[in-house]
């Protein structure tokens, strides 16, 4: 029989530690995404020339620096023009500009722009704004699945990321809210309860399957 200390064992311990972190994983994702993210859409929301679109969000953690969003060209390579995004709230404001030829069809963009320090729980409002001959379109949501924000003007949301720098601070700062966001989305959602206690559950019986599997192999 191997020891505790032998190949055997440290597979356990291996088995755990992956169980253990799958579910952290289960809480983490579906307590929150870490920073807000609506990627799913239904349309395309066509932009010609002057069109804006703005979506409003909550950020949750420090130093904002960046958006990125769904955007499609009517299979237009490199199409005329400039896209503007601005970036409002926390008394902040940030203005990135991209031409035209950066943006792909059916393809995630990413406007970066200075970190907005002291940014979690604070609102923002996220403006685009196309200027060019040829239209471009952005990918939306019109059933709005996105609980802290939508589109101003019109019912849904934006296909949209953000993110920040990736420092310690930024990940502590995420990891801190999840128990608090946790409760919030159980409370506005009994349903998402029951789901996540049932992929717990799932998470806890693989774990025991593979100890008592482990356990056979060693007694073999």
Known sequence: MAGAGGPSGHRRVRGLLAALAAVA???????????????GFTEALRLDDGDEVTQTFVARGERLS?????????RVEDPDGRLTLVVQGAGHKRTVRTAGDDIEDTAWLTLA?????????????????????????VFVHEHDPYPDGSLEGRRGDLAFRVGHPPTVSATWSTVSRIPGEFVRRLAADPVFGVAWLVAVGLAAAALGGSVIRSRRRDAA
């Open 25 to 39: 994983a289960t809480l983490a994702g579906c307590a929150t995404a870490g920073e807000p993210q609506q990627p």
């Open 66 to 74: 960046r958006l990125e969003v769904l955007t499609a060209t009517y």
């Open 113 to 137: 722009f200075d970190p907005i320090d002291d940014a979690a729980g604070e609102t923002f409002a996220a403006t685009l704004t196309w200027a060019g001959s040829d239209p471009i379109a």
